[in-house]
């Protein structure tokens, strides 16, 4: 039989397994505790356990674990790109950046993507598999034990689309904030998605105060479906309706991303269908050079996002241009792990 992923499970679940093991029910927190505190790797570790228990966690439980493979650093900043290798062989990347107010970590919510925007590269070589909480949870705690650093914010930016990947992203969410585990605020956490409106408005009933940033990069539904195969399904203005639920249902701004691409979307005419569909919102727009993927053509450069926003202030909306971090190791994200294949 197949070990369950303890680092999976809330606390909850494992007070249920624990007392079913007809041990005393304390005991789960402080199992609980050795995991998510403590980062503990293995059960020998957790010196306040009973051998005996330890034993039978240990026939009972596996505690996943990443393997670190790579790990390039800038030379400019203090960005670090790892990858990593999943137990089954498959790899993702994690991203931390250092910012005056702290650690911020962009994280892979699945091995591959199904989504297909044209300008992603981690989409390229199609959908692999969800990320399971315990995988999500291991690029912070592995960041954490390699940097010696309290990571202090989140951003769900990395390979995967989080929407797509619901309940695992949902339970990793409540793992992670746990109080009596890394206790990591959700007012710290960005979850960015490409447009899935029915889990838009499912997050926004959940009303977690996290900040939802939604990838628009074109504002008419020709364009967007050409460069998002996703618009298909659901349509920017439908993708505009439920952004406006989640600002009603939880009183948070949201972010518009609008990755910059010469001769797609950086126009003047592009600009101003933007500021008609989201004038009146309550929202941000983060505008990114688009990092080009050596496949597709696209370009763009930090002079063409700073023109856009240039365009947009005059008509009264307020944008800003990403801020490059570790641009010496900019392998778009994604590349990496292409360029690792699979171990599988
Ligand atoms: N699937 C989610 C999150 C992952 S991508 C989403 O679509 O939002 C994180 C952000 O990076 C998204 O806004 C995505 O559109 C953008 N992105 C992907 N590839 C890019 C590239 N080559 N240049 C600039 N931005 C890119």
Redesign the pocket.
Known sequence: MEKTDILSLTLAELETYIEKMGEKKFRAKQIFQWLHCKMAETFEEMNNISLALRTKLDEDFCIKRLESVRKLESGIDNTIKYLYRLPDGNFVETVLMEYDYGISLCLSTQVG?K?G?K????TIAGFERNLYPSEILQQVYCTQKDTGKKISGIV???I???LDNFENVMRFLELVSSADGYGLSLRHVTL???GIVPKIRELAHKKLGLTL?V?L?CPDNQGRSEIMPINKTYNVNEVIEATKEYIDKTGRRVTY?Y?VIDGVNSDRKSAQSLVKLIRGINCHVNL?P????SERNYRSSRGSALNFQKMLTEMGINATVRRTLGSDINA??GQLRREAGSEK
């Open positions: 993507c989504m925007c300008f992603c590269a981690s769900l930016m990395g995967g689309e989080p960015s998605t490409c940033s990838s990069h991303e990755a990114i688009v990092n080009s993927v778009a994200c």
